[in-house]
């Protein structure tokens, strides 16, 4: 069994992939447009797709489940400041003098999401 996709509720699935999109780098799914009710956005393979689905209720708690992201291009700092610029905001900060730590975040909606030291960061 394999993870085909990772679905996140929305308000609007269309305007949060395309805010996901910007982040990652990865492309909306051919054909989907806004007002849709369910809108892919396609990862590299092997990771799974992230499916926006609408859903009427809005966020009310804190998630369950969250992604922690790993920056490839840029420092964890630096990948903070670009998805605030983004429209992303800060949710709890956890990091550390020394370099160490992650930082909660939440997207447009409100889902939080972490986002932690790159590779570079850890090794170097």
Known sequence: ????????????????????????????????????????????????ALLFIAVPEGKTVKNRVHLDWGPTERTRNEEVERILSLGGTIHEDHRAPDGRGWVTMRDPEGNEFCVERSEAERVG
């Open 1 to 48: 069994m394999i993870v085909r996709h990772i679905t996140i509720d929305a308000a609007n699935p269309y305007e949060l992939a395309q805010f996901w999109s910007t982040v990652t780098g990865w492309p909306l799914a051919d054909g989907d447009v806004p007002g849709d009710d369910e809108v892919l956005l396609v990862a590299p393979t092997p990771v799974p």
